[in-house]
């Protein structure tokens, strides 16, 4: 047993390997928090041990001195160093300086500066030079702001030094601090031929490669780990080609690239991003022979061939993935064969885990005779029947096996257990029986539609019949969700009465909508006879909304409205009128993980079968749900609220939201919402092959189709980013908020002085400084989301910018001094697209277009690049 134990243990402890996101990669070290200890901060010299010692040199600290000071001056000759002991290699991906404020008395700070670093495989300090070739870096202007130099390549290293530097002589201090992320990726370094220039002058070499350089590159890191992929187009705009390639002329054998890790790992896959311009003779290799080793210098037998069936119809640059089998290896070597004159390859990402265990490197085996079946061996060697290491192997290999028979057995187990009793799934926020039984006694009285107009009754120990779908069943064709806590609907389109008093929205994040500060819902109970009666009514109110900008009757705004909206608000009214949530049974829902945690509930995706299609059917195979539940100590009044939101939103009807697909009553209350198989469109974007520029415009459009729908009724999304919108299959789009509570886009969202966090580089300038929500301010939105497609989520807005900063330009807009800036148009996004986001960012609400106006240039603009 104790071997099975042990090999639990092991199995346990493996991490699996990620490829780079250099987007993500942009957190500070920690010079200015203090997580770089003092002892890891050394320099050349100091002027005064005691005050501007290199200690003292962290950004944004006043310490003693207030900086590092070096001994003496600095020219263009300086071998003055303050250096940073990282132990551990990192990708710095920006650096920032300050000069010696010294509370109002410095007037040291250095004008210049450059980086040398080191890491433990090149065994050297190598000065680091921008992809332009320079190596002198600007610094600052004066001795109190931070000046931040975005470092591209990015740097892999565990030491670094900050050698400053000056035309002239001159005394200098620095306070700094460094950018990046933990190296995790395993990959100590590579080595390949150095590649070759195209005929049209695009160099293909690996132009930020930091190891040695001859005709193989050697112990180094460069383009094809940094995380940036190539375009399909081979000559790019970017000041160096994303692509290292071969010609099958220029080499008598084909290229061979071996990377070596920091240890001995099991591989599972590897996913080379390869170009396909076939018409200029470049063409995904035709097989690939992947090989390993333990020691380095003797390859194993046996490597895995893999071959590329040859694609001449599309052009588009791919991912080619090939599975490993968990191989065991140190080393990975990779031999391309060529199938066309060219072989381009941008990025090379591994998946695998550290393999546990001992491995001794390999050894020469012997030739083999003449009969190429029986090895020749000395007589003098005793043949040993096996090695010593094999005696470990086995008893890692039967305690693993001895493991998966027991937990088979578990299984086994807990499946017929299962099945005898029948036992409604209970959520990871359920309570005893008891307690169940307790709340629901108290939650009975809600009188809302979406509790059965019976008692609710409590029974984890249900018959199969009571497991069963209710009759009549009746399908919702369409019920998009948003948390409450995130979608207004302005109140004045279903109160009559402009005047009746509303309740405050204190409980609702961010801020109010622009002509009510009133939640989604009044919140005044209502019984389940009554209720639709009264959703009926405030629907007859909502077509005298919509343009109440001017100042004609209300008469007149009904009567100027288009047919097509007009029937949206008819098909509204019935679907309140019709409308049920169905009871979704919690045994048909297996947990997976958690999604997201705020402070109305948690949010998990799990498994489900019986899913409703948009027909009615039912769908046999199993597919992903969210289960958003309500927290368990939630009071009377946020229950109602939550089961009135989802009874109103479940009446809506377009297929570019998320729909609500049922609801779990018994406690803790749930819901069960619409999940796409990808994910979140950041998440997807931005680990995903890029896709071409009209699969891009295709997501925006659908994107901009459901926020058209919900203009249509005046709802205000409050939050439309990419991290809150999901992609399924065949680039599926659909609008929800499941990324406002999780925890993996925390950065995105500005905390200020005890407020609810806000969405700072998506909001509209209103919205942040006013507290007005609108669907402008959506509009608003949506322009920043279209920056995140066409950048495939990889590029912050406003990135060169802190949120102080981002607070300032916003101001520059309210004030209309014309000191303004927009987000930069990146290099993949069209210009005219471009041209519709600056629209979107003007002063004036009313200036900028609608998502009807949006939505009809993007398919305009798909549809061109169709005809193309």
Not at 100 to 119: C, K, L, M, P, S
Request: neutral net charge; charged residues 25%; aromatic residues 10%.
């Amino acid at each position: 047993m104790v071997p099975c134990v042990v090999a639990l243990l092991l199995l346990v402890e493996t991490t699996l390997l990620r490829a780079l996101d250099i987007s993500q990669c942009i957190a500070p070290l920690g010079m200015e928090s203090g997580l770089i200890p003092d002892k890891d901060v050394s320099a050349s010299s100091c002027y005064n041990d005691g005050n501007v010692a290199p200690q003292n040199g962290r950004l944004n600290q006043e310490i003693k001195g207030g900086a590092w000071c070096p001994q003496s001056q600095i020219t263009t000759e300086s071998t003055e160093w303050l250096e940073i002991d990282l132990h551990s290699v990192h990708v710095i991906t920006a650096a920032g300086t300050q000069g010696r404020f010294g509370n109002g008395q410095g007037q040291e700070y250095t004008e210049a500066y450059v980086i040398e670093y080191w890491r433990p495989k090149l065994g050297k300090w190598v000065r680091y030079r921008t992809i332009d070739g320079q190596e002198i870096l600007p610094g600052n202007t004066n001795t109190y702001l931070e000046k931040k130099n975005h470092l591209e390549p990015p740097i892999w290293a565990s030491k670094i030094r900050f050698i400053p530097y000056s035309s002239h002589r001159r005394t200098v201090c620095m306070r700094v601090e460094i950018y990046g992320c933990y190296w995790s990726v395993g990959i100590v370094s590579y080595s390949m031929p150095k590649g070759n220039k195209r005929s049209n002058g695009v160099e293909l070499t690996d132009m930020i490669y930091d190891g040695v350089w001859g005709e193989e590159l050697r112990g180094g890191l460069g383009q094809l780990v940094d995380g940036q992929f190539g375009s399909d187009e081979i000559r790019e705009a970017a000041k160096k080609s994303a692509w290292v390639g071969w010609r099958n002329d220029s080499r008598p054998a084909p290229p061979v690239i071996t990377f070596e890790f920091d240890k001995v790992r099991e591989f599972s896959a590897v996913h080379l991003y390869c170009n396909n311009k076939f018409m200029r003779d470049v063409q995904v290799f035709s097989e690939a022979v992947i090989s390993f080793s333990i020691g380095g210098r003797h390859f194993q037998d046996e490597p895995i061939h893999y071959t590329h069936a040859s694609d001449n119809i599309f052009e588009s640059a791919r991912n080619v993935s090939i599975k490993l089998h968990h191989r065991i290896g140190k080393w990975v070597r990779i031999e391309l064969s060529f199938a066309a004159r060219w072989i381009l390859i941008s990025e090379v990402v591994f998946d695998s885990d550290v393999a546990q265990g001992n491995y001794t490197p390999e050894s020469l085996k012997p030739a083999l005779g003449k009969d190429k079946t029986k090895l020749t061996l000395s007589k003098d060697v005793p043949v040993s029947p096996a090695h010593q290491e094999d005696l470990l192997y086995v008893a890692i290999a039967v305690g693993v096996l001895t493991a998966l028979v027991i937990l088979l057995g578990v299984a086994v187990f807990l499946v017929v257990h299962r099945h005898r009793h029948r036992k409604c799934f209970a959520s990871p926020l359920a309570k005893s029986t008891i307690s169940q039984k307790r709340t629901v006694d108290n939650y009975s009285g809600c009188g809302t539609s979406m509790l059965p107009e019976n008692k609710m009754i409590i029974d984890c120990a249900l018959d199969v019949k009571s497991d069963e779908y209710q009759e009549p069943y009746q399908a919702l064709k369409c019920a998009p969700y948003f948390s409450y806590s995130t979608v207004l609907l302005e109140m004045k389109d279903f109160v009559k009465d402009s005047n009746t008093a509303l309740s405050d929205s204190s409980n609702y994040d961010y801020a109010v909508p622009e002509l009510s500060s009133a939640p989604l819902l009044t919140k005044r109970r209502m019984d389940s006879v009554s209720e639709r009666a009264d959703l009926a009514d405030h629907v007859d109110a909502l077509p005298e909304f919509g343009t109440r900008r001017s100042g004609s009757s209300l008469r007149s705004k009904h009567s100027a409205r288009s047919p097509s909206q007009q029937e949206i608000f008819i098909d509204l009214k019935r679907r309140l009128e019709t409308t049920n949530v169905i009871e979704f049974p919690r045994h048909r829902l297996r947990m997976i993980s958690k999604l997201a945690e705020g402070a109305f509930g948690t949010v998990y995706v799990a498994e489900a079968d019986g899913v409703p299609e948009y027909n009615g059917t039912i769908t046999s195979e199993k597919r992903l749900v969210a289960v958003k539940f309500l927290c368990h100590d939630a009071t009377l009044k946020e229950r109602e609220e939550f089961e009135r939101d989802v009874r109103i939103l479940a009446a809506l009807s377009s297929p570019h939201l998320a729909r609500v697909l049922g609801a779990c009553r018994s406690p803790p209350l749930a819901v069960v919402l619409e999940y796409l198989e990808l994910g979140d469109l950041c998440a997807f974007l931005r680990t995903a092959s890029p896709p071409s520029t009209p699969t891009l415009l295709h997501i925006a459009t659908q994107i901009a189709a459901g926020m058209q729908y919900l203009e249509s009724l005046n709802f205000v999304h409050r939050d439309l980013a990419a991290r809150n919108c999901l992609i399924g299959k065949a680039y599926q789009v659909k609008i929800s908020d499941f990324g406002t509570d999780n925890e993996a886009y925390a950065c995105d969202y500005y905390k200020a002085d005890g407020r609810i966090p806000l969405p700072l580089r998506w909001a509209a300038c209103e919205s942040v400084l006013r507290g007005k929500y609108t669907t402008k301010s959506d509009v608003w939105a949506f322009a920043v989301t279209l920056h995140e497609i066409f950048t495939l989520c990889r590029r912050r807005p406003y990135e060169h910018f802190t949120d102080a900063e981002v607070l300032e330009n916003l101001s520059h807009l309210q004030a209309d001094d014309g000191l303004f800036e927009c987000i930069d148009r990146s290099p993949g996004c069209p210009r005219d697209v471009y041209e519709l986001m600056c629209e979107c960012w003007r002063r004036e609400e009313l200036e900028r277009p609608s998502f009807a106006q949006a939505h009809l240039f993007l398919q305009r603009k798909g549809l061109g690049y169709a005809g193309t």
